[in-house]
């Protein structure tokens, strides 16, 4: 079994430097692009279905790589929505340099419960697709985090429209790739 977290096309929050966090912003042109070069990215292995956050940038770029591998569209999952940023969703960097330079952001969701809700869904997944390999789309944060946890080690930012690769191996997983390059060997870690 493995599975890829693709992070959803650009949107114009992505082009305007605006934090996005759970607010529901549509794919822009180059993001839908973004998801058809992901196809070609996918193209190569054997997929046997695509899901999502329940986000329209999520669910766009999930509907248009599902078209492109001509595999099934699977449904969301509410654990994948991109951490809650409170007050600070919609600003950009200067205006949250500005009010909160420590960021910590009024109504701010902790990065546990971000990287809980993540583990959690790629279990749900694993359960209800039994041995398939399936692609994830969802958001930059939930991405990055989670698999730091399964990787035991930190990752830079996840590029829009980028893949990243993991496989079941026993009763943990092994991350495989970040931003479509090969992490090298990392340990294999159990997800409690």
């Known amino acids: 079994m493995t599975f890829a977290f693709i992070r959803h096309g650009q949107t114009e929050w992505n082009r305007q430097l605006r934090l996005q966090g759970s607010s529901d912003i549509p794919l822009n042109d180059t993001g839908r692009a973004q998801a058809r070069d992901a196809v070609a990215v996918l193209a190569g292995s054997e997929w046997d279905a695509v899901v999502s ?63 809980g809700r993540g583990l959690s869904a790629i279990e749900r997944i694993a359960d209800e697709y039994g041995d398939a390999n399936v692609v994830i789309v969802c958001h930059g944060t939930i991405i990055r985090y989670t698999l730091q946890s399964l990787a035991g080690r930190p990752f830079d930012q996840i590029i829009n429209g980028s893949t990243a690769t993991f496989e079941r191996q026993g009763d943990g997983w092994r991350v495989l790739t970040v931003n479509d390059q090969l992490v090298g060997q990392t340990p294999l870690l159990r997800v409690e």
């Open 53 to 115: 956050s329940p986000l329209a940038r999520a669910r766009e770029t999930a509907s248009i790589i599902a078209d492109g591998l001509g595999i099934e569209l699977g449904p969301s999952y509410q654990e994948l929505v991109e951490r809650h940023y409170g007050d600070a969703e919609g600003a950009t960097d200067q205006i949250i340099t500005e009010r909160w330079p420590d960021r910590q952001y009024p109504g701010l969701e902790s990065l546990d419960s971000v990287v």
